[in-house]
């Protein structure tokens, strides 16, 4: 079975651009969330979906939006980047919102 | 507040020692709690998730402790080998679906 897809896998964007980086979940999981992890830290919750509602949200800007779809997948855009919100975002995805939790690789993104 | 702490931040050892990380958390009032294995620029992989309920799981050479009114998780590695070298990550998981991660400890095993 394939586990958590992410793409794209790596970006690179300039300062007030925006973003939109997408997951999808393994089969059958209805849960997904996401991460920011800058480097050297541990990952920090942004978001997360459970059956295409938001479920959770973590401390981070108006900026951080996402949606999931009715296939379980899932988006998150951020808009007018910031250099600080260059990192590497994670998705995983869990068949409801308390079990286990898988990984996605992640997307790297640079802002330039 | 909500957070956690691991304890070290790095470990260097030689292989085949048994080894101990560390994982306390502020807030006891958790979910479960879940240990993963990050490989260098890669996602995270899972390696036990312990439910509040539970005080301990085991997987192969993995064995994970919880004891919630101290606010302390351990993970212990038996037979330490090269392959293990990694970053391990504790994470609470509470009630709001908030998931607060420790910062990791960055093992190293030597052949």
């Known amino acids: 079975d394939a586990g958590v897809t992410q793409s794209p896998t790596h970006l690179i964007k300039t300062r007030g651009q925006h973003v939109t980086l997408r997951c999808s979940p393994i089969?059958?999981?209805?849960?997904v969330s996401w991460y920011q992890q800058v480097l050297g830290q541990g990952p920090q919750f942004i978001f997360q979906?459970?059956?295409?509602?938001?479920?959770g949200r973590g401390n981070f800007p108006d900026r951080f939006s996402a949606r999931q779809f009715p296939n379980y997948s899932s988006e998150l855009n951020v808009n007018a980047l910031l250099l600080g919100d260059s990192a590497l975002y994670l998705c995983?995805?869990?068949?409801?919102?308390?079990?286990?939790?898988?990984f996605g690789p992640g997307t790297r993104l640079t802002v330039l | 507040k909500q957070e956690v702490t691991q304890i070290p931040a790095a470990l260097s050892v030689p292989e085949g020692e048994n080894l101990v990380l560390n994982c306390s958390f502020t807030?006891?009032?958790?979910?479960?709690l879940q240990w993963f294995r990050q490989d260098p620029g890669k996602g995270l992989t899972s390696l036990l998730l312990?439910?509040?309920?539970?005080r301990e799981q085991t997987s192969g050479r993995l064995n994970a402790s919880l004891d919630k009114s101290s606010g302390r998780s351990t993970l212990y590695i038996a037979a330490s080998q090269p392959g293990d070298s990694a970053t391990y990550l504790c994470?609470?998981?509470?009630?709001?679906?908030?998931?607060?991660f420790g910062a990791g400890t960055r093992l190293t095993v030597k052949p």
């Open positions: 995983a995805s869990s068949w409801d919102r308390y079990n286990e939790q898988f």
């Open positions: 089969s059958g999981h209805k849960s």
């Open positions: 979906y459970y059956e295409k509602e938001e479920r």
């Open positions: 807030d006891s009032a958790i979910y479960n």
């Open positions: 312990i439910q509040s309920s539970q």
């Open positions: 994470a609470a998981k509470y009630n709001n679906n908030d998931m607060r």
